[in-house]
């Protein structure tokens, strides 16, 4: 297993793992139309690549054998500031892994490395957005330290989701 920083080279296939692991984990909420803008707009190559090339978002990649099967994202500014206190959070965008490698260890450590990234750069807190329904991942985040601090959406198609924002202050 090889966890590593993503480059443009990754694109193509960092956007089929993000396609995949969102189908996998929320495909069956939505409507056939609106999955399909969603994926569209967000898991394309051209722009992931755009993403990877930016300064504002920061991938962690995990391979095995060759293929990829989980990443984390961060992005600064994130898209929250207006919900916190903080004067420098930083945002949890994605942490995504296939369905079997799930419940296997890389979710802690691609979680640690994003805490190592946000503390490094001299962050106050780290803000993520979780699915109302997602308790798994809820879970997950709450053993870190984080907590609740407002009711969100988020849009896939024309469909509203209602998101959780979470936020662990360093």
């Avoid at 056939?32 to 930016?54: K, Q, Y």
């Avoid at 919900?83 to 260890?105: C, K």
């Avoid at 990234?117 to 879970?139: C, F, K, M, P």
Wanted: with cysteine; charged share 20%.
């Amino acid at each position: 297993m090889i966890f590593r920083a993503a480059t443009t080279a990754d694109a193509a296939a960092l956007a089929t793992l993000g396609a995949e692991t969102f189908v996998a984990a929320f495909g069956h909420l939505y409507k056939p139309e609106d999955l399909h803008a969603f994926l569209a707009e967000v898991h394309n190559p051209e722009a992931v690549a755009a993403e990877i090339a930016g300064d504002s978002c920061t991938h962690r990649l995990v391979e095995v054998d060759g293929a990829l099967v989980a990443f984390c994202k961060l992005r600064y500014p994130s898209h929250y500031t207006s919900y916190t206190d903080a004067l420098s959070p930083i945002e949890l965008g994605q942490l995504y892994a296939l369905p079997g490698y799930t419940g296997s260890g890389i979710g802690a450590q691609l979680m640690d490395w994003a805490l190592g990234i946000a503390r490094t750069r001299g962050h106050d807190a780290i803000l993520l957005s979780v699915y109302a329904e997602n308790y798994g991942a809820q879970r997950f985040y709450q053993r870190y330290g984080f907590g609740k601090i407002a009711d969100i959406t988020f849009k896939v198609g024309d469909h509203y989701d209602p998101e959780y924002l979470y936020e662990l202050k360093l």
